[in-house]
């Protein structure tokens, strides 16, 4: 991809809330979008991807919505929990290898 | 389980110096890359590779290099380190075959006065 935003940069949610990270891309050849949890101190780590051809995939709490005619996609966390908070980077890929980052979003979950 | 590691998790350099970083991984990934992350930037990549020997620019190549003589190894090179390549840099690698997903190394933070 060629630029990737990302929105909010910090975003506090209670303990139970739902939390929605976003994220605009500009490349029209885009069709990879992964997300990145990087917990303190720690190295970053996929928790979900979805591909050009499917507008929506779930996995428990978390589930990644695509809206490729606007060219946005979101993070979508249900039920938050402590342990959810961490910085999210989205990214988009045209050529699979190769990602662009968003600029990241720290959640922080309050008990 | 897939390791990346790289050589330092801290390193201290003074300006001018020529500085290496290094990362492997063991489990034959085909694509490695480097990335630099500075507070909200994100991860900008830096360098990566999808052979032995072989070379892409990313987004912020300048004043830096990359050497991939063996697969499993990947090193980043500041030629003449300067104060504002102080960050954190973090190593990656994918399988390819048609496998995304991103594996991190632990990261280097290197600060150069």
């Known amino acids: 991809g060629e630029n990737v935003e990302q929105h909010p940069s910090t975003l506090s949610v209670q303990e139970g809330d739902s939390a929605v990270i976003k994220c605009t891309y500009s490349?029209?050849?885009?069709?990879?979008f992964p997300w990145y949890k990087q917990e303190l101190g720690k190295r970053p780590q996929l928790i979900i991807d979805?591909?050009?051809?499917?507008g929506e995939k779930k996995d428990q709490r978390i589930a990644v919505t695509l809206n490729k005619t606007a060219k946005h996609f979101s993070l979508h966390i249900t039920e938050t929990q402590p342990e959810d908070s961490a910085v999210y980077f989205c990214?988009?890929?045209?050529?699979?290898?190769?990602?662009?980052f968003g600029t990241g979003t720290k959640l922080q979950v309050i008990p | 389980d897939v390791k990346v590691t790289q050589s330092s998790r801290y390193l201290v350099k003074r300006t001018g110096e020529k500085v290496f970083l290094e990362c492997v991984q063991d489990?034959?990934?085909?694509?490695m890359f480097w990335y630099r992350q500075d507070p909200g930037l994100g991860l900008r990549l830096i360098y990566f590779?999808?052979?032995?020997?072989?070379?892409e620019k990313g987004d912020i190549p300048e004043g830096y290099s990359v050497s991939r003589e063996k697969k499993e190894r990947f090193s980043l090179i500041l030629e003449s380190a300067s104060t504002n390549q102080t960050s954190m840099y973090l190593c990656?690698?994918?399988?390819?075959?048609?496998?995304?997903?991103?594996?991190f190394g632990p990261g280097t933070r290197l600060t150069v006065t």
């Open positions: 990656a690698s994918t399988p390819g075959q048609g496998q995304y997903e991103q594996y």
């Open positions: 490349d029209s050849a885009s069709n990879y």
């Open positions: 979805i591909r050009s051809n499917v």
């Open positions: 990214a988009d890929s045209g050529g699979y290898q190769k990602v662009t």
């Open positions: 489990m034959d990934h085909e694509n």
């Open positions: 590779s999808y052979d032995v020997k072989m070379k």
